[in-house]
């Protein structure tokens, strides 16, 4: 009997870990997406947009394997989410208007990516046994740094960094994950609430409208910071 149950327990595992799997692919193919229309929008050529693709579907990964030293990076011990995310590519640079023409739809399951992705940082930085916020940063990154490095290369300011309440639900969910290990959940459903936590309130504020403050006070221009700079020096150069 206890035989055949620790039989059930492993064979449960894997189920469970090949769902997680088969998210984890679903969420690299809509980060691709998202990554390629950057591209088409951009209007770069047909490698370019492959390559926006790539790094925004598997650069987060990518990042937090450095960070955590897990090497060779998941990316390329496993071809599938490069190749996804290339194929996603090529799908989008002679699709691009029609997928562009449903957005919206591309929006909510960027949401499911978002979460998908924060569970399985922080789940990867416990396996290897990281602090807390190192978790946290390990899901945050994840979900976040393949769009930050899009950004960086298409010359604009990340938007994770700006006013969009999209890092945030991310860390939300990843703080609710730390608080879910204290209890005596499997992995699989602290992975789900996690993953539903980020999706809901990324939802929740697409549909609201809701946004981070944004810093709105008016400082001089750098060319006016090192004038009076400069201008200051001289004072006290004359004084």
Not at 187 to 216: D, E, K, S, Y
Request: aromatic share 10%; proline share 3%.
């Amino acid at each position: 009997m206890d035989k055949w149950f620790d039989s059930a327990s492993i064979a449960g595992m894997d189920i469970a870990q090949n769902i997680i799997y088969l998210f984890d692919l679903f969420g690299t193919i809509i980060f691709a997406i998202t990554g390629a229309v950057k591209g088409v929008r951009c209007k770069l050529d047909f490698l370019g947009v492959i390559v926006f693709a790539c790094t925004v579907g598997c650069g987060g990964g990518m990042l937090r394997d450095v960070l955590i030293g897990c090497t060779p990076v998941a990316a390329f011990s496993n071809g599938a989410y490069i190749t996804v995310s290339a194929l996603t590519g090529l799908v989008v640079f002679f699709c691009a208007p029609k997928i562009a023409n449903r957005w919206n739809v591309i929006v909510y399951c960027d949401a499911l990516g978002l979460g998908v992705f924060t569970a399985i940082g922080v789940a990867k930085g416990a396996q290897y046994g990281i602090g807390p916020v190192g978790q946290l940063l390990c899901g945050v990154f994840t979900a976040v740094g393949g769009g930050v490095v899009r950004d960086i290369m298409s010359k604009s300011v990340p938007v994770v960094l700006t006013s969009d309440f999209y890092a945030t639900a991310s860390l939300a969910g990843g703080l609710l994950y730390l608080l879910l290990e204290k209890t005596p959940l499997p992995l699989f459903a602290n992975f789900l609430i996690c993953t539903v936590t980020v999706v809901a309130l990324r939802i929740l504020a697409v549909a609201n409208h809701i946004h981070l403050p944004v810093a709105n006070v008016r400082l001089p221009d750098e060319d006016d910071w090192r004038l009076f700079h400069g201008h200051s020096r001289r004072e006290q150069h004359g004084n």
